[in-house]
């Protein structure tokens, strides 16, 4: 039976959890996840535990987060003053503001912090830092 590699596009149903079990994605209760192995498309731990399998093979693996969504790093947290905040937004803890970089790129940020006067943003993945477990099945070589 054919093993995928580098260049297949695959379908793979997968359940994504912390190493704690609590389940942060699953693609289960709808359509397989469709993507191209090495087209760059998700988490390079995630392809690489695709690589090899056969359909209808299904394997647990966990993936660390250097091969998922990086370290989180400090550099990508920053404390501002509620005054720079537009008048129509009122900051809370969990909000998901997207705001614009120097070079007008947008940039997801959610507020981790209000202390007083200063909000904690922070723009690192949520999953960043965090080694990932995920339940694959793959479904089919296309």
Known sequence: MTQAQHGDTVKVHYTGKLEDGTQFDTSTSGDPLEFTLGGGQIIPG????????????????????????????????????????????????????EMRQA?????????TDISGEEVTLDANHPLAGKDLVFDLELVEIV
């Open 46 to 97: 995630f392809e690489k535990a695709i690589l090899g399998m056969t359909p209808g093979d299904a394997k647990t693996v966990t993936i660390p987060s250097q091969e998922a969504y990086g370290d989180h790093r400090e550099d990508m947290v920053v404390v501002v003053n509620k005054t720079q905040f537009p008048d129509h937004i009122t900051p809370q803890v969990g909000q998901q503001l």
């Open 103 to 111: 070079n007008n790129q947008p940039l997801n940020v959610v507020i």
